[in-house]
């Protein structure tokens, strides 16, 4: 039998931000971006929160809620910190844990009940850690799969702890509101809620043919995750993703020098993940103005991303159609996601054009691993004078 733990952090950006200057500890303030096109808060700390103000909210919309709401710069590094603080706690319960770096971390203890107790237990140990040592609350939730779960920590945040013991699962969602299950969006909640359904029992409750004739193909995984049915594993960390970032010395506009950044960054992050013998099935980009915004933007891929030139090129389309403010930019993030192995040996009838980035590739990435990192590079990196070492975290 599988067991699940999970931590809910309510507002982990805001949380974090607050652990750095005391003074915002009651004050009402958001950690705003772009969302959808336009500025709204992203992170809300729990004053605003009090406020009316939720993630998502416009930073307009949340202005004319709180006079003089302030507005704080996220911290990327900080938040960083606190993430590999969490882990940190941990690693010393589970072996495996999957951690998103906004506040959502799930971590398998299977088979750890006659070191730590029952997994309620434990969850409350590592729940009770990680407020002692970083002073930020969580909603817990221990079960037996990561649905039960989410929906479970959802009941009681922003914070204390819950446990669904083993068979209880659908009396416990039974009278659930159906929005708390993750993955139903504003569309098919709108669906949902043509047909009169409330409670998470009434879909439960659906046959196959049912399902499929209100909700079409995704019917029947609706219905089932409404049973609390998720045989999705907690993913490992080594696998979750990629991340490099660079923090520029000063704030910069000079489009020379981000577009050399951003290929410098490909570089460092194409290079580990390819020494894992992996490629990426998706991209995420994400820039920090001098004002404290943050524009944010991802990608899924249909063919894994793994070279350095394909990497850069994603992550150039993403910065061309999401990064539109005129505003200098204070640091730079990239993340390659969906990580998968890699197949080694050569497809027949790949391209001969493929075939030979793929052996310069292969060449590059041999200096590189010999020399050190950056000893080999693109024009326009140097020509940008880009960071010579961007963070690099997995």
């Given at each position: 039998m599988t067991e699940v733990g999970?931590?809910?952090?309510?507002?982990?950006?805001?949380?974090?931000?607050?652990?750095?200057?005391?003074?915002?500890?009651?004050?009402?303030?958001?950690?705003?971006?772009?969302?959808?096109?336009?500025?709204?808060?992203?992170?809300?700390?729990?004053?605003?929160?009090?406020?009316?103000?939720?993630?998502?909210?416009?930073?307009?919309a949340a202005q004319r809620l709180v006079k003089d709401l302030k507005v704080v710069e996220s911290d990327p590094r900080a938040c960083l910190e606190a993430n590999n603080e969490i882990e940190k706690v941990i690693s010393r319960y589970a072996p495996v844990?999957?951690?998103?770096?906004?506040?959502?971390?799930?971590?398998?203890?299977?088979?750890?009940r006659r070191?730590?107790?029952?997994?309620?237990?434990?969850?409350?140990?590592?729940?009770?850690?990680?407020?002692?040592?970083?002073?930020?609350?969580?909603?817990?939730?221990?079960?037996?799969?990561?649905?039960?779960?989410?929906?479970?920590?959802?009941?009681?945040?922003?914070?204390?702890?819950?446990?669904?013991?083993?068979?209880?699962?659908?009396?416990?969602?039974?009278?659930?509101?159906?929005?708390?299950?993750?993955?139903?969006?504003?569309?098919?909640?709108?669906?949902?809620?043509?047909?009169?359904?409330?409670?998470?029992?009434?879909?439960?409750?659906?046959?196959?043919?049912?399902?499929?004739?209100?909700?079409?193909?995704?019917?029947?995984?609706?219905?089932?995750?409404?049973?609390?049915?998720?045989?999705?594993?907690?993913?490992?960390?080594?696998?979750?993703?990629?991340?490099?970032?660079?923090?520029?010395?000063?704030?910069?506009?000079?489009?020379?020098?981000?577009r050399g950044t951003i290929a410098s960054l490909a570089e460092h992050a194409g290079l580990q993940m390819r020494k894992d013998k992996l490629g990426a099935g998706a991209i995420r980009f994400c820039v920090l103005?001098?004002?404290?915004?943050?524009?944010?933007?991802?990608e899924k891929k249909k063919?894994?991303?793994v070279l350095d030139k394909d990497i850069t090129a994603a992550a150039s389309s993403l910065f061309e159609k999401h990064v539109t403010r005129r505003i200098r930019v204070r640091s730079i993030c990239l993340s390659l996601e969906d990580l998968c192995p890699l197949m080694l040996e050569p497809d027949l009838f790949e391209p001969e054009t493929e075939t030979k980035g793929r052996m310069l590739q292969e060449a590059v990435d041999k200096i590189q691993n010999r020399y050190g990192t950056g000893k080999i590079t693109r024009g326009i990196v140097l020509a940008a004078?880009?960071?010579?070492q961007p963070l690099l975290t997995q």
């Open positions: 999970h931590l809910n952090i309510i507002g982990f950006k805001a949380a974090v931000a607050a652990l750095k200057d005391d003074a915002l500890a009651e004050q009402p303030f958001v950690i705003a971006g772009k969302i959808g096109g336009q500025v709204a808060a992203w992170d809300v700390s729990p004053a605003a929160l009090r406020e009316g103000i939720t993630p998502g909210t416009p930073l307009a844990w999957q951690n998103d770096g906004a506040g959502n971390i799930y971590f398998d203890i299977t088979g750890t070191i730590f107790g029952p997994a309620a237990d434990c969850v409350c140990r590592i729940q009770n850690e990680i407020q002692g040592c970083l002073k930020i609350e969580s909603a817990a939730a221990a079960g037996t799969n990561k649905l039960v779960c989410k929906v479970a920590s959802r009941t009681i945040r922003p914070e204390g702890l819950i446990d669904v013991r083993p068979g209880d699962e659908e009396a416990f969602l039974r009278h659930q509101d159906i929005a708390l299950l993750p993955g139903i969006g504003p569309s098919l909640m709108k669906t949902i809620r043509v047909t009169g359904f409330r409670e998470t029992g009434e879909l439960a409750c659906l046959s196959d043919s049912e399902a499929l004739s209100l909700f079409g193909k995704k019917g029947l995984l609706l219905r089932d995750s409404a049973r609390g049915i998720d045989d999705s594993p907690v993913s490992s960390a080594k696998n979750r993703g990629i991340e490099s970032r660079a923090d520029f010395p000063e704030d910069v506009l000079d489009e020379t020098v981000i103005y001098a004002d404290g915004m943050q524009a944010l933007a991802g063919r894994l991303l004078g880009a960071v010579e």
